[in-house]
């Protein structure tokens, strides 16, 4: 089992960055795929990215209406068994609570389905204000 302990999160004013950060323990050469989720209000837990843990690649959840791909950046630190989360030019749409999680699975073109990853964090709160 991996444990996930994310930071990062807090207030901040549309336009600004904020860069979420999690760090596992535990079991963690067992882990090859790490994702970040979120819960918006009133809405189900959704994708955000991932990344393997070799950094090879990344994902990206495209919406409609917003690219996040053009406004966040996932890393990974192998030699800090830490993935990160850049988010810049927030938007007051990006509230939410951030979740990190691992999977022993790969990461592949259906990363963003939940039950892949056996391991999850407590979750981190962003508020961004207009």
């Known amino acids: 089992q991996v444990q996930l302990a994310e930071s990062g999160g807090g207030s901040v004013q549309a336009g600004g960055s904020l860069e979420l950060s999690c760090v596992a323990s535990?079991?963690?050469?067992?882990?090859?795929?790490m994702g970040w989720f979120r819960q918006r209000p009133g809405k189900e837990r959704e994708g955000v990215a991932a990344?393997?843990?070799?950094?090879?690649?990344?994902?990206?959840?495209?919406y409609a209406d917003d690219s996040v791909k053009a406004r966040f950046n996932i890393s990974q630190d192998n030699s800090k068994n830490s993935v990160y989360l850049q988010m810049n030019s927030l938007l007051v749409e990006d509230t939410a609570t951030y979740y990190c999680?691992?999977?022993?699975?790969?990461?592949?073109?259906?990363?963003?389905?939940?039950?892949?990853?056996?391991?999850w964090g407590q979750g981190t709160q962003v508020t961004v204000s207009s």
């Open positions: 535990g079991y963690t050469w067992e882990t090859k795929c």
């Open positions: 990344i393997p843990t070799d950094g090879t690649s990344t994902y990206y959840t495209y």
């Open positions: 999680a691992a999977a022993t699975a790969r990461c592949t073109d259906a990363w963003y389905l939940q039950f892949r990853y056996g391991s």
